[in-house]
C-alpha cells in the first residue's frame, strides 16, 4: 500500500491510497460523505492481489483540499482528471454511498472510461424517497457535522469502538476523517462543504439514470443493504425503478457495507466480475 497526492483539475490536490500491480485491472474507489480513501483499506487488501486498486480522498473530505465551485459538473471535470493522471484508458469505478452518485454522473458523461460500474448502497434512491425536502437535508447535514464533535480523540475513539469488527485498521480510518481544532475533534468535511455536497445530490438524484433505458445496463452492479430491516420497503421500491438487467446483489449489513462485511463484498464485487 502506497499514499500519494496528485494535482488535479484547477490545483485541486488530491489524496490516493494505491494497492496491487499497476499493469492490471484498475479498480477506482470513491466514499461516502464524509470518509475517506482510508475506509476502502480492508477492501483494497483484499482485492490487490487480483487487481491494481486506487482510492481517493474525495474534494473536501479527508486529505483533499476542495473545489472552488462543487458542482456534478465539476465533480466530473475532476474525476476525469484523476483517471487521466493514473494514466489509464479505463477503469472499474466503484462507490460507496455520495461516492455511487458521483460515478453514475461521470458515467453518463464519459462512458468509454468506465469499464464496469459497482455501486455500493447507493446511486439506486433519492431524497424523495424518504420524503426529505433539500432544506430536510440540509439541516441533517448540518446536524450530522455538529454531532462529529468530541472534547479528546480518546471520547471520540471510544464512541467509534462500539463496533463489534473494531480493528486497528477501521481505527486508523476513523482517525482519518478527523481533525483536532480548537481543543475539539471533529470532521474534516467542512459543512459548506457538506451542503454543497448534498445539494447537488438531491437537486440531480443519479438513480434517474438507471432507468428501464439505459444503455448497457450490464455494466452495473448495484450492492443493496438490508439493515435496518424497517428501511427495506423503501430500497425494494428503489431497486424495482431499475433497469431489469442490472445485476443487483444484497447484503445483510448496515449502510457501512465496507465496515460490517468487507470480505462479504469483495466475494461478490470478484464474483460479478469475473463472471
Known sequence: MSVRFIETWKDQSTRMIEW?????????????????????TEVGELLKREYHVVAVDLPGNGRS?????????????????????????????MGHS????????????????????ILVDGGYLRDEDFGESLQDVKQAVSQHIRN?????????????????????????????????EDSKVCLRLREETAL????????SPACERLH???????????????????????RDRG???????????YMDTSH????????GLVEKVKGWLES
Open 212 to 234: 428501464p433505458t439505459l444503455d448497457k445496463p450490464e455494466k452495473y452492479l448495484v450492492i443493496v443493504s438490508r439493515r435496518p430491516k424497517e428501511v427495506n420497503p423503501i
Open 20 to 40: 496491487g500491480d499497476r499493469r492490471k485491472c484498475t479498480i477506482l474507489l470513491l466514499h461516502g460523505l464524509g470518509g475517506t480513501a482510508d475506509s476502502w
Open 98 to 117: 455520495l461516492g455511487a452518485e458521483i460515478s453514475i454522473y461521470f458515467n453518463e458523461e464519459n462512458p468509454g472510461k468506465v469499464d464496469k460500474l
Open 65 to 93: 483540499t476542495a473545489l472552488q465551485k462543487l458542482s456534478k459538473e465539476t465533480l466530473i471535470e475532476w474525476l476525469l482528471e484523476v483517471v487521466k493522471l493514473l494514466r489509464k484508458d479505463s477503469v472499474v469505478l
Open 148 to 180: 462529529h464533535r468530541f472534547s479528546s480523540w480518546e471520547e471520540y475513539l471510544q464512541d467509534q469502538r462500539s463496533h463489534p469488527r473494531w480493528n486497528a485498521l477501521l481505527e486508523a480510518s476513523a482517525i482519518s476523517a478527523m481533525v483536532e
Open 196 to 203: 454543497q455536497y448534498a445539494k447537488t445530490v438531491h437537486v
Open 239 to 249: 431497486v424495482e425503478r431499475l433497469n431489469a438487467e442490472i445485476t443487483v446483489h
Open 256 to 263: 457501512e457495507v465496507c465496515m460490517d462485511d468487507p470480505i
